[in-house]
């Protein structure tokens, strides 16, 4: 990884650190400021250690760490690369400059992959990102660890298919994507555009929840990928609508005057995020996560994502693919140099202008350009684009909140996955988030990190792909793994941080629902950490079964989503709750007219509530309500739709076709993170 | 048809003989002259090389010399069989694609705000996306969408209501993307076609009308444009990247290649008459690719298959052709290289090949191992074009009559001739047209002051008396301050020099007889001068000074002018029975009149009546 001329390079980089910032306090050219042994930044300004001694200076300046891949006019940008290590930016990122419109100050672009490529922020060519002996995780490691080095407030990164999320889980903090579309991307230099998302890392849930809404502030009309003030409005009417059905909801429950808003909420649990790969300790961590949630009310629903198992391949397709045409243009003409004084020698067409390039970036230029190549882009980037939208219906399906970038949509059942299961015979359950781990494993050591090969790197993402390929909003929360717990949670994996990611996913457009309940999640976890062994909770035993508690047992009776907790005045409640529930007609399905046989019934995601309903005999009554073609949501130029799946198909879920052929059958998976089921 | 600078005009003529230092200091076959002798071939494509006949200092006139070698290029004409035969072979049929690519006139680049220029400063006009610079995005301008869909509509395509845009990669130090941004899977306008009459020059065996499918129009990027100098250095100007293009598919519907040359030259002139395209051909502004394959007429089909259209021959593609006259010539040359290569039992390749002008065959580019696989990607930065119903009606509305239907109109409705109606059309980018429309209607105008006027009656000829004067008249006046590409100063709105209102007096007056013929050469000539000096006048004030005035001579006034010319001899020959002599003594009186007032008629029944007086 660290060739000699990449060190020479390096250090001679070191020593070219400037102070640029006009707001400097300090305007002398120092030199570099000790770094720390993280490796975390490219290039920084100095000086900010000695502002706090100014008597003047009451309040502490904020400052922003920025991944390098967003341009600063101030600051070098390089990627991370050979290629650019001497690039100044003429203009500056549109994310950037609302920063700083904030007052607050950019001290220096974070290290990380080369072009975003990367897991774990090992291929620099300033070289890798350490957090201590372990993986601080990729690409946007660099803006994580300068976080945890205490050299920033928050970082700004990028997230294609997990950049963000998984360096805040392997460093513990908090990182967050939003929706695709949301936040300018002008002046990131794209790694893959249609899933590149600039990020925020923070200490806190409220830190990056401050800095997101200073990015999103306004709109930026030169970007075409990101949503206009017409589609925002649009889109909150959808995110109004569901959120006023989830207060709804919520009073049917017990007003807990602590946390009313979680009071109904439902989390959505998919079975398939469950692998027999997932570390012993992260699936502890997420079991622990919905125990709490669900004593504060939450309702628990096993949901099915069938199509996850396709997501990564999808997306080690698609992104290289987009990453080969985007990095066309450093072909020694403009960036880039040429190695040999002549062009075209011997029986070569080309001269030899991008050996600057990291192995890894070749591998996946080489790769982008073989799938988009005419006689490979019909198995390989035609079927993964199809396989992208199965993974977008898959979420749509499951949340309860319409996809605003969609029309209302009938689903099939027929076309639905064998393995999904059905909330009654009328369709899934629909939850409000999904909850899983971020990543399957703790850190892995930045030595084992160089035995893998480039697959195994890229399984790291399984987990973070799908909420990328999908555009949807997702964040990872450390969930700390106290020292007073250690006595239940004995270490069986290696690793060594003492925390795990706990992602929670949101529909499209809901971020700021996301953000909310992350708040009081991280509040809850909090909360429990200082209250010794949280209630209601399993307990390890060391003979490696797990004796579930209560909670769980009840969630399995009550497999319709209806979980009834342990506290038996909140199993009352709940009970109650359910008994009305059901009384309810379950609304969003309806059967056609030939009758309630499988192949023919379908359900509907949105909204159309309350237009069918269950007759007190039981029989089905009401009438089809098919929304109007186009009358709501009509697509138009900016619609991001058809950039979040760039293909137009009628997908089948036979789509996927021969594409994972080769990878020898399906991925494991293993039903509900709590593994073998008791007996009932 | 443009004049022709002196210097080609030199080359041209007479073998390139004329030394720029004039005739009395020619130099005997300088190296120079003999370079000069050769371009002459290219300019007349003569193939089969002679020995300058000027070679040898020779006493032997020039008038001589230009008719022996007029006679020699004759009888070598008869061995080669010339073009307009060459365009049908007995054994083999000729397909033929055509891919046309033009500029849109448009203010924006099509994806960013930066200005379109054609001959500013170079690298002024360059926004951050055009130059590729990391992290800067591309912002679709809709109106460069106005003039697409102007060609769209003039070649009767269904624009679509979504189209994409799709990224084609290949490397080029022109390109600083790495990829150019077109429309590939789906464009914006598809299923046009065109039709071609005899009169846009199809090859005879196509008879009267032919119509050509159009497979589909799609936008696209421009380059850069490469400046080279001497000591192989190329500077590259990026004022030119990124401006919009368009790229007009046909279906390889043509048989014949002189129908592929009208084809090309009728979308220049129904793209410029929409005002979608920015130049033309000839000056770059427009470039065509064609693909080219050849079959048996009898044999088994051929098994390829292009654009839905099956049973072809293998086909290769020839690049960059910039005129008509290569697209036929690169077609025939390719055609008879297929067929050479089958009848020696060859095998045709698919590849890419090029064409230099004057060449007498195509050059292999590169071969099918070599193609670039351009790896076509939907751009994940552009969303969907939506256009809606609403603009094109609204675009359809203002397109205007296309030529077709201003030739039409003006061959049956005004009774000009179909060569004159398409001279109109395709003069001064249609400004010909609208100057001939006012001039038109300032005339009938004027005429309607007469009560015995009658426009259906009158039309056909005041549009005959219109089409002679705003075509030829005025197309022979010259000026040496004149502009040599235009010196009319003809603007497509049909503005010119000489206004519309003046000519229609000129030609009102004249046929009122208040000016004789002569006199309104006269006047016109002056209008001219005076409008290229900037001088304000009117046609009648011209008349008024130079005295032009038609005042009919008396009949002594013609007896005298009669007995003036007359000869004895020639008296007595007419007296012997030559009448058709009179008309030679009519000729000299009528040259005696510098004024022109001399009315013909009048003027010989003067001189029969004094001739009938020497018959006792």
Not at chain 1, 592 to 599: E, I, L, Q, V
Not at chain 2, 55 to 63: C, G, H
Not at chain 2, 499 to 519: F, M
Request: aromatic residues 8%; neutral net charge.
């Amino acid at each position: 990884m660290w060739s000699p001329r990449a060190k020479r390079v390096a250090e001679a980089f070191r020593h070219r650190r400037r102070i640029v910032c006009t707001n400097r306090p300090s305007s002398s050219l120092a030199s570099r400021a000790p770094l720390g042994s993280s490796n975390a930044l490219i290039s920084s300004t100095t000086g900010w250690e000695n502002r706090g001694e100014d008597a003047s200076e009451n309040t502490p300046p904020i400052l922003v760490a920025v991944k390098d891949n967003i341009v600063t006019s101030d600051l070098l940008t390089t990627c991370a690369s050979a290629l650019l290590q001497n690039y100044q930016s003429p203009y500056e990122a549109f994310v950037a400059t609302k920063l700083c419109e904030k007052g607050w100050n950019i001290m220096g672009k974070a290290n990380m992959d080369e072009f975003g490529m990367g897991s774990h922020s090992t291929n620099s060519f300033f070289g890798a990102v350490r957090n201590g002996e372990y993986s601080a995780g990729g690409s946007s490691g660099g803006s994580a660890m300068s976080l945890v080095d205490g050299q920033c407030s928050f970082a700004i990164g990028t997230d294609t298919g997990g950049s963000v999320r998984l360096p805040a889980a392997y460093s513990g903090v908090v990182g967050f994507k939003p929706s695709y579309g949301l936040l300018s991307r002008t002046g990131v230099i794209p790694y893959a555009n249609s899933l590149d998302t600039v990020g925020v890392l923070a200490h806190s849930v409220e830190a990056a929840h401050t800095a997101f809404r200073a990015m999103n502030s306004t709109v930026d009309d030169n970007d075409p990928s990101t949503l206009s003030q017409e589609s925002r409005n649009r889109a909150g009417q959808v995110r109004k609508t569901a959120s006023d059905d989830l207060k709804k909801r919520a009073q049917h429950g017990v007003k807990n005057e602590t946390r009313p808003i979680l009071q109904g909420v439902r989390i959505g649990v998919p079975t398939e995020y469950n692998i027999i790969e997932l570390q012993h300790e992260v699936r502890v961590a997420w079991r622990r996560s919905l125990s709490m949630l669900q004593d504060v009310g939450c309702t628990l629903v096993p949901v099915s994502l069938p199509n996850t198992k396709h997501a990564l391949s999808a997306y080690y397709i698609l992104a290289p693919a987009e990453a080969s045409s985007n990095l066309a243009k450093y072909d020694g003409v403009r960036y880039g140099s040429r190695e040999q004084p002549s062009d075209g020698v011997g029986d070569v067409l080309y001269s030899k202008t991008r050996d600057g390039f990291g192995d890894e970036v070749k591998r996946r230029i080489l790769l982008g350009s073989y799938t988009l190549s005419s006689k490979a882009i019909d198995n390989y980037f035609i079927k993964a684009q199809k396989v992208r939208r199965l993974v977008q219906r898959d979420f749509n399906h499951v949340f309860s909140m319409a996809n605003p970038l969609q029309n209302p949509k009938h689903f099939d059942l027929a076309d639905m996955d064998e393995s999904v299961q059905l909330d009654s015979k009328l369709g899934p359950a629909q939850v409000d988030f999904i909850i899983c781990p971020t990543a399957p494993t703790l850190p892995p050591k930045l030595d084992q990190v160089l035995d893998q090969t480039p697959v195994d790197n890229y399984m790291n993402d399984v987990f973070t792909v799908p909420a990328s390929l999908a555009g949807l909003p997702a964040i990872s929360i450390p969930f700390k793994i106290s020292s007073s717990s250690e006595r239940y949670e004995p270490r069986v994996s290696a690793g060594s941080t003492s925390s795990i990611g706990i992602q929670i996913i949101g529909q499209y457009y809901d971020d700021e629902g996301v953000l909310g309940i992350s708040r009081l999640f991280e509040a809850l976890l909090k909360e429990q950490k200082g209250a010794g062994t949280p209630k209601g909770c399993w307990h390890w035993h060391p003979k490696g079964s797990c004796d579930l508690g209560p909670s769980f047992t009840d969630l399995h009776r009550n497999i319709k989503g209806h979980p009834v907790g342990e506290d038996p005045e909140l199993q009352k409640t709940h009970l109650r709750y359910v008994a009305t529930e059901m009384r309810k007609p379950p609304i969003k399905y309806f059967v056609t007219k030939n009758g309630p046989r499988k192949s023919y019934l379908k359900y509907v995601v949105p909204k159309p509530r309350a237009k069918f309903f269950v007759s007190e005999k039981g029989s089905l009554a009401g009438k089809r309500d098919e929304p109007e073609p186009n009358k709501k949501l009509e697509l138009d130029g900016d619609d991001l739709f058809s950039l979040l799946s760039g293909w137009d198909y009628n997908v089948r879920k036979d789509a996927v076709g021969s594409l994972y052929s080769s990878q020898g059958g399906k991925p494991k998976t293993g039903g509900l993170p709590w593994g073998r089921l008791p007996p009932a | 048809m443009a004049p022709i600078a002196p210097r080609v005009l030199r080359r041209y003529l007479l073998g390139g003989r004329i030394p720029a230092g004039g005739c009395l200091n020619r130099v005997k076959t300088s190296p120079q002259s003999a370079a000069f002798s050769s371009a002459t071939k290219r300019y007349h494509e003569a193939q089969i090389s002679h020995p300058s006949p000027i070679a040898e200092p020779s006493p032997i006139p020039f008038r001589k010399q230009l008719k022996d070698e007029a006679k020699r290029r004759r009888a070598e004409g008869t061995n080669k069989v010339s073009k307009q035969d060459n365009q049908k072979l007995e054994d083999w049929e000729l397909t033929v694609g055509i891919e046309i690519h033009a500029q849109l006139n448009t203010t924006r680049k099509l994806f960013s705000g930066a200005s379109s220029t054609i001959n500013d400063v170079p690298n002024t006009h360059v926004a951050l996306f055009d130059v590729a610079m990391p992290g800067s995005l591309p912002k679709f301008q809709p109106e460069t969408l106005i003039p697409a869909i102007r060609a769209a509509l003039a070649l009767d395509c269904t624009v679509q209501r979504k189209s994409k845009f799709d990224r084609k990669h290949y490397f080029h130090w022109d390109q600083p993307s790495g990829y150019q941004i077109t429309q590939y899977y789906e464009p914006f306008a598809k299923d046009g076609h065109i039709k071609l009459y005899a009169h846009d020059g199809i090859a005879k065996e196509d008879g009267e009308e032919i119509t050509i499918g159009i497979k589909q129009i799609q936008m696209e990027q421009d380059t850069a444009k490469t400046i080279s100098e001497p000591g192989d250095i190329h500077l590259l100007d990026f004022n030119r990247v990124g401006l919009p293009l368009i790229e007009i598919i046909t279906l390889p519907e043509i048989h014949h290649p002189s129908t592929a040359a009208a084809l090309v030259r009728k979308v220049q002139i129904i793209l410029d008459s929409v005002d979608a395209c920015v130049l033309g051909m000839q000056s770059g502004g427009l470039r065509a690719d064609v693909n080219v394959s050849v079959r048996r007429r009898d044999g088994s089909e051929g098994g390829h298959e292009y654009a839905g259209v099956k049973g072809l021959g293998q086909r290769t593609e020839i690049k960059n052709l910039s005129s008509f006259k290569a697209v036929e010539d690169a077609i025939i040359a390719e055609r008879d290289r297929q067929i050479e290569l089958i009848k020696s039992g060859g095998v045709i390749e698919g590849e890419t090949r090029g064409w230099t002008i004057g060449g007498t065959g195509t050059k292999r580019l590169r071969g099918k191992e070599g193609e670039v696989d351009y790896r076509y990607m939907p751009d994940p930065d552009l969303g969907p074009v939506l256009i809606d119903q609403t603009v094109i009606r609204r675009l359809k509305k203002g397109l205007g009559r296309l030529p077709d239907e201003v030739i039409n109109l003006l061959t049956t409705r005004f009774g000009l001739t179909v060569k004159d109606a398409m001279t109109l059309v395709s003069l001064n980018d249609g400004g010909r047209y609208e100057y001939f429309c006012d001039v038109h209607a300032a005339v009938t105008l004027l005429k309607t002051e007469d009560p015995r006027f009658d426009f259906e009656a009158d039309k056909e000829i005041i549009s005959r008396q219109c089409a002679n004067w705003v075509l030829h008249e005025i197309g022979g006046l010259t000026h040496h301050l004149a502009d040599e590409e235009n010196p009319l100063g003809i603007t497509s709105t049909g503005e010119c020099i000489i206004s519309a209102d003046n000519l229609a007096l000129l030609i009102n007056y004249l046929d009122k007889k208040q000016i004789t013929a002569r006199s309104a050469k006269k006047v016109l000539q002056e209008l001219f001068a005076k409008g290229i000096a900037g001088q304000p006048t009117t046609t009648s004030s011209e008349i008024e000074e130079a005295g032009l005035w038609f005042t009919p001579l008396s009949s002594d006034n013609y007896e005298g002018l009669a007995r003036s010319v007359l000869d004895m001899k020639v008296v007595e020959e007419i007296l012997a029975g030559k009448e058709g002599k009179v008309n030679f003594l009519l000729g000299k009186m009528m040259r005696k009149d510098a004024d022109g007032r001399v009315d013909p008629q009048v003027a010989t029944a003067a001189l029969k009546r004094i001739i009938e007086g020497y018959r006792k």
